[in-house]
């Protein structure tokens, strides 16, 4: 019964129809069928004049928007409000793009100052045969460039892997930066 009493509210349309005439067509045990349909919002019940109408949900929101102007103006309102919420959404999208794509800019001139900072500090402490301790070149590059011990020998790992034809490392020493699984303490140019 419960369904086809909504199939006849559902067929009803914009309009709705009386509650009065679905008690004539499915008598009185139709009311507490209402009422648990109305309570989990599948119908509404309005009043109308003088009679009850009854609604399935997407009709009752097509009525309202037609007969109601207080509610076809908060409709608009929202709407307004979505629009604005996307725009700013898509200013936000643009700002977050322009923010990464600085920070990549910055990682990569930190990364060539990294490595300016490095061969100037390699250069300055170098002995008579070249070789350099990595702690006394990271002391000074950390204090140059206000970084932690691990991002030092990230960084200086990376730079050595990556021109291997510059840089000479050898085993040894307290710290450094490891490569197949040894310690390599020191550093020279080639």
């Known amino acids: 019964m419960k369904g086809e009493i909504l199939e006849k509210i559902g067929s009803s349309g914009v309009s709705g129809i009386k509650k ?3 008690k004539k067509t499915f008598g009185k045990d139709c009311e507490g069928i209402l009422e648990e349909l109305k ?6 019940i309005e009043k109308k004049g003088v009679a009850y109408f009854v609604w399935s949900k997407e009709h009752y929101v097509q009525h309202i928007t037609q007969n109601d102007p207080k509610f076809k103006l908060m409709l608009g309102m929202l709407a307004g409000v979505n629009q604005s919420l996307a725009k700013v959404q898509a200013h936000a999208d643009v700002l977050q793009e322009e923010l990464e794509r600085s920070a990549s800019k910055e990682g ?3 990364n060539d100052n990294f490595e300016g900072v490095f061969n100037s500090s390699l250069n300055q402490s170098s002995t008579s045969i070249g070789w350099v301790p990595f702690d006394k070149i990271r002391e000074k590059v950390c204090e140059n460039q206000n970084l932690s011990k691990e991002k030092f020998y990230q960084m200086a790992t990376n730079l050595i892997e990556n021109h291997q034809d510059r840089y000479e490392i050898s085993s040894g020493g307290q710290e450094g930066i490891v490569m197949r699984g040894l310690v390599h303490g020191y550093v020279r140019n080639i």
């Open 108 to 110: 990569v001139s930190k």
């Open 39 to 44: 309570a989990n919002e599948e119908i509404f």
């Open 20 to 22: 009065l005439d679905l």
